[in-house]
């Protein structure tokens, strides 16, 4: 991990400063930072836009986004603080000569140069064309990349192609804001910290596990990239695959990123292909009807706003995924995600094998299994149920479900529960790479992605309707069900 004592001030640059991500979850996040006192003292944050503004300008638009997104209290001390930090360069991102204005607010002597892309990716060639003959880069210099990186495979190469020009490949962070969760962050104590965890994540112990990623949201607005895009790619390929390889992955040698790189991309190569073959019976996709969301009308994917009427987009994915090793033969992963579901969820479950012999039929004809539940959002925490003895002198053993409670919350009251974008922020600015993808970990899946896609379209079969306001179409209760499972609700 970076030492502490190495950690250096930096020019962070936000490249498309006014935009949504910006002002919705960046100035959010570093405010934050600021305000835990974890932003080295020196460090400077640069927007970036084409828009014309001065500093005055971009720092009533920081203190307007605050107050707008920021769910805490704005503490007036800690804003003075943060925006005496905050300058505005207007650069054209397309003209590379605009990028020498870096140079007049950078320092590279005393500070590292960050370079956070928050624009389209169509931009990110011009951006590494614009920095590299600015001549403000040094070898200390990086750049963090969003999501999506391509659409495909090909484009992803063609994307990771450009930025190796400009930025060797431990210069570039490549950002998925789950990884920064602090739940998503605990599979790695869960698993590598708990012997009881440890010795039994396998498939001697577990019958199979099921991740859920549920949105209560629709379009919001984004049609024309969401219907380019689809669920599948939107959520799948990043996030939802980024959680199955933490719980998944063999232990890393350490927690350095080169180590627990080699062990997610051991199983994104182990996932079993989806092909023309099999995607019949190991997906299911879906598209949201009109439907009632807590008690109000809301339209169907087709009727929202600047909506395709024929468009065949997904809006929902369940999947039945195979990791082909030693430790998961015969565990099926059920993962499932969707647009205008019931409400708003992300959760891994794992199931546990039943019992072979059953000394309780008084209470249970067959014991449920244990199950061992990790809440992602809105509540993060850990739950463990399994069965304890009812209370009582009565003649025979009554056991009942219950649960063994860790709300993160709860058990740390007096820590701070951050995003997951305040930590990755946090961990580009001191340059810990753990955290961010590898360019081979997005190749692996983006391959395994473009073969269901491949798959889909040779089928033909349009997407399974469902109401908005329920968990997806019927069709996916049918895939874990003809496995004799069921979805955990």
Excluded at 263 to 279: W, Y
Excluded at 331 to 346: A, E, Q
Aim: charged share 25%.
């Amino acid at each position: 991990m970076t030492d502490k004592k190495a950690f250096k001030p930096c020019d962070l640059v936000l490249f498309g400063a006014l935009g949504d991500l910006s002002r919705r979850k960046l100035l959010i996040s570093l405010y934050r930072l600021e305000n835990a006192n974890l932003i080295e003292p020196d460090t400077r944050i640069i927007g970036v836009d084409r828009h014309e503004h001065d500093n005055a300008q971009f720092v009533a638009i920081a203190y307007k986004s605050l107050q707008e997104f920021l769910t805490d209290e704005l503490d007036d001390a800690i804003w003075q603080r943060f925006s005496a930090r905050l300058a505005y360069l207007q650069i054209d991102l397309t003209q590379a000569e605009q990028y020498k204005k870096l140079k007049t607010v950078t320092d590279s002597k005393t500070r590292v140069l960050v370079n956070y892309f928050a624009v389209s990716p169509f931009l990110f060639k011009s951006i590494c064309q614009g920095l590299h003959q600015s001549g403000i880069l040094t070898p200390e210099s990086r750049m963090v990349m969003e999501k999506p990186i391509g659409h495909n495979l090909k484009s992803s190469k063609d994307i990771n192609d450009e930025v190796a020009k400009v930025f060797n490949e431990d210069q570039v962070f490549r950002i998925d804001h789950y990884l920064g969760k602090e739940t998503v962050l605990n599979l790695l104590a869960l698993r590598f910290a708990n012997s009881i965890f440890t010795t039994n994540w396998n498939h001697n112990t577990i019958d199979h596990i099921q991740i859920t990623v549920a949105e209560e949201v629709g379009i919001e607005g984004r049609w024309e990239y969401f219907d380019k895009t689809g669920q599948l790619r939107d959520m799948v390929q990043n996030h939802l695959l980024q959680i199955l390889t933490f719980i998944a992955m063999e232990p890393p040698v350490n927690l350095e990123a080169e180590s627990i790189h080699n062990e997610k991309i051991k199983v994104l190569k182990a996932l079993r292909p989806i092909t023309v073959n099999n995607v019949e019976e190991k997906t299911v996709r879906g598209q949201y009807t009109s439907g009632y969301l807590k008690g109000n009308a809301v339209p169907g994917y087709l009727e929202e706003e600047g909506a395709n009427t024929e468009s065949t987009t997904e809006s929902f994915v369940a999947l039945r995924v195979d990791i082909d090793n030693w430790r998961w033969a015969g565990v099926p992963f059920y993962l499932r995600t969707g647009k205008r579901m019931f409400g708003k969820r992300t959760e891994i479950v794992v199931y546990f094998k039943q019992l072979p012999h059953n000394i309780f039929k008084d209470s249970f004809r067959d014991l449920p299994p244990n199950k061992l539940i990790i809440h992602l959002q809105p509540n993060e925490g850990v739950e463990i149920e399994m069965l304890n003895k009812i209370p009582g002198i009565d003649e025979h053993i009554k056991l009942k479900k219950t649960k063994l409670d860790l709300s993160f919350s709860e058990a740390f009251k007096q820590s701070r529960i951050f995003g997951g974008y305040e930590k990755l922020v946090l961990e580009a600015m001191r340059g810990n790479p753990t955290l961010f993808l590898s360019r081979a970990e997005i190749e692996q899946a983006w391959a395994w992605i473009d073969s269901i896609q491949d798959a889909w379209r040779h089928s033909n079969s349009a997407p399974k309707s469902y109401p908005a306001g329920s968990w997806g179409p019927v069709a996916s209760v049918a895939l874990v069900a003809r496995d004799g499972r069921a979805w955990e609700e």
